[in-house]
């Protein structure tokens, strides 16, 4: 292994509390955050949990949440911080999902704004460079759950923000994605899958488990 190894592997996704008890035990092994999904307007359909399992999964012990805002919600986040209603009680971050087309100034700021509310680390997404806004973390991603990869990653900044990257990475590919990034040594980044942990639509912690062998051996 010629790489650095991310400081963490993010898996998004996770809808099913059955596999609460192989998610902990992967946990205790391998420094793992659990992406939640979360959007009124699909509660209940594959990757996004219902307020029962939603519960359920952020009541086990030992396990570290983000919340990854889409829809209505994020919109609010992104633009109207005051209207926004989601409850984030359980997780230590949230990436807000408001759009694809990159953030504005004022976007930027009511982010920050809200995760300080709420007393979360905010996360927003970036098409290409890492933004120089260390008040924020970002993630690369071109993708947005489709298993898109990228043509390039975008290089890591020692003293600029925390960013992760994502996009098409799974476990035939993580190996060698590593190597794409080539993050510098001591360089702390994360890296995130979403349909690359699933198979048939469902959320795989087999793929999950070979994932963090290969970065983590």
Sequence with gaps: MTHTPPLFVAFTGADDPSLLPGMMALGARYPIEWGMLLDEAQEGAPLFPDARARAQMLAAPGLRWAAHVCGD????????????????????????????????????????????????????????????????????????GRGNRPAQWPALDLAGPFCGYSGGINPDNVAATLEAIAAPPEAAYWIDMESGVRSEGSFDLAKCEAICRSVYP
Excluded: C, Y
Excluded at 100 to 107: K, N
């Design 73 to 144: 919600q994020a919109r609010r986040i992104a633009d109207a911080p005051d209207s926004a209603t989601i409850d984030l009680q359980g997780f230590t971050r949230v990436q807000v999902n408001h759009g694809f087309a990159g953030s504005s100034p004022e976007q930027i700021a009511n982010t920050i704004a809200f995760g300080r509310r709420k007393g979360l680390r905010a996360m927003l997404q970036t098409l290409g460079d890492f933004p120089q806004e260390p008040r924020l973390d970002w993630l690369f991603d071109v993708s947005f």
